[in-house]
């Protein structure tokens, strides 16, 4: 597509339920993150993925949080047992491999009542 | 360890004055990026440059120009005659291929 889609654009969820936000990059990039922006702070890193590779989870906050990519395609984050503190907008972005800088979609602003 | 400091927390100014964004930065690497980003109300993340290690040679885009210096590990942002349209939280941000370290933003609050 032409920009990266990231969906719902808005979660309610209660705490201690399992959520699931879906990331569609840019037809062609092969590289995928998502990160994590909490209310009036930056972006915090949360896990990479390049192509086949293994991805990169050193930003996963807990276990609670895993995601999956296949290929170089859509990507979903799945949070288990949601928590108060995972509030927050997730934001997916995907780059070519050269790296001319990344696109960010427009974040699923989760919140956990 | 890689870090990025945006030490401006908060900036206000009068439209048409000219407003310079501070960005530092810590790496070992040898080859890295530098970004900024724009971060409007709305929300969604907008990219105004990227910069490689390798070329410091200070760049020009309208109103917007970056002076980055390795020798001080910085790479500031500076508008010039800013506009109400310039407000939003502006973000710096360094990394490679594979991870991007970005700073806590400056919000920039341009008032008319």
């Known amino acids: 597509g032409a920009g990266v889609s990231q969906s719902p654009s808005n979660k309610v969820t209660e705490k201690g339920k399992d959520v699931e936000l879906r990331c569609d990059p840019i037809s062609g990039h092969t590289a995928l993150y998502w990160y994590r922006q909490r209310l009036g702070q930056g972006l915090e890193f949360l896990i990479y993925?390049?192509?086949?590779?293994?991805?990169?989870k050193s930003g996963l906050p807990s276990d609670r949080f895993s995601a999956e990519r296949t290929g170089e395609s859509v990507s979903t984050l799945t949070i288990q047992r949601t928590q108060q503190e995972d509030s927050a907008v997730y934001l997916c972005?995907?780059?070519?491999?050269?790296?001319?800088?990344?696109?960010f979609g427009s974040g699923t602003r989760l919140t956990v009542v | 360890a890689q870090k990025v400091t945006q030490a401006q927390t908060e900036i206000s100014v009068v439209e048409k004055e000219d407003v310079t964004l501070d960005c530092v930065y810590e790496?070992?690497?040898?080859?890295?990026?530098l970004f900024w980003y724009k971060q409007p109300p709305s929300g969604e993340l907008v990219f105004l440059i990227r910069?490689?290690?390798?070329?410091?040679q200070n760049e020009i885009s309208g109103r917007y120009s970056w002076n980055f210096q390795k020798s001080t590990s910085s790479f500031n942002f500076t508008i010039t005659a800013s506009q109400v349209v310039d407000s939003a939280v502006y973000f710096c941000?360094?990394?490679?291929?594979?991870?991007?370290?970005f700073g806590s933003g400056t919000k920039l609050n341009v008032k008319p």
């Open positions: 910069r490689n290690s390798f070329d410091e």
């Open positions: 972005a995907s780059s070519s491999r050269s790296g001319t800088g990344y696109t």
């Open positions: 941000a360094l990394g490679n291929f594979n991870k991007f370290y």
């Open positions: 790496t070992r690497d040898t080859t890295y990026y």
């Open positions: 993925f390049q192509g086949n590779s293994a991805p990169d």
